[in-house]
C-alpha cells in the first residue's frame, strides 16, 4: 500500500508564505513524477506543480514566480513553498504521485496520469 499524507497548510494573510510537505509511505524504491493539485470550491481540480524524477519541473501560470515544488527522494517527500499568497490561492492542495516509469523530465500536468494522492490539506489565504 501506498499512502501520501499532506501537512502544512492552514490560515494566512494576503502577502504571506505557507510550506507545504506531502510524505509518502509504503513498499516502494521511489516515485516517478509527483505533483501538486488544488480545488477550490465549486471549481475543478487544478495542476499547481509537478516535478519530475530528475527535477524538472511545471507550473501553473497563476503560481509562476511565486511556489517553488522541490523533492527529497532519500525522505519520499515533496513540498510546495508557496510566497507572496493571494486570497484567490485558497483551495485543498492535494499531493500526487505515479510509480510508472517516465524518465527524469517528465512531470505530467494531467491529473489523470497521477495514481496516488493525499486527502489534501486547505489553504485560506484571508485577511
Known amino acids: 500500500q501506498v499512502q501520501l ?3 502544512g497548510g492552514g490560515l494566512v494573510q494576503p502577502g504571506g508564505s505557507l510550506t507545504l ?3 509518502a509511505s509504503g513498499r516502494f524504491f521511489s516515485f516517478e513524477q ?6 477550490a470550491p465549486g471549481k475543478k481540480r487544478e495542476l499547481v506543480a509537478a516535478i519530475s524524477s530528475g527535477g524538472f519541473f511545471n507550473y ?15 525522505r519520499k517527500t515533496v513540498f510546495l513553498q508557496m510566497n507572496n499568497l493571494k486570497v484567490e ?3 485543498v492542495y492535494y499531493c500526487a504521485a505515479d510509480l510508472t516509469y517516465s524518465g527524469p523530465y517528465y512531470a505530467s500536468t494531467d491529473l489523470h496520469e ?8 486547505q489553504v485560506t489565504v484571508s485577511s
Not at 509527483?34 to 480545488?39: A, F, H, K, L, T
Not at 501553473?60 to 532519500?74: L, M, W
Not at 497521477?114 to 490539506?121: A, I, S, V
Open 60 to 74: 501553473a501560470d497563476s503560481v509562476k514566480g511565486r511556489f517553488t515544488i522541490s523533492r527529497d527522494n532519500a
Open 89 to 91: 490561492d485558497t483551495a
Open 21 to 23: 510537505s506531502c510524505k
Open 34 to 39: 509527483m505533483g501538486w493539485y488544488r480545488q
Open 114 to 121: 497521477y495514481d496516488y494522492w493525499g486527502q489534501g490539506t
Open 5 to 7: 499524507v499532506e501537512s
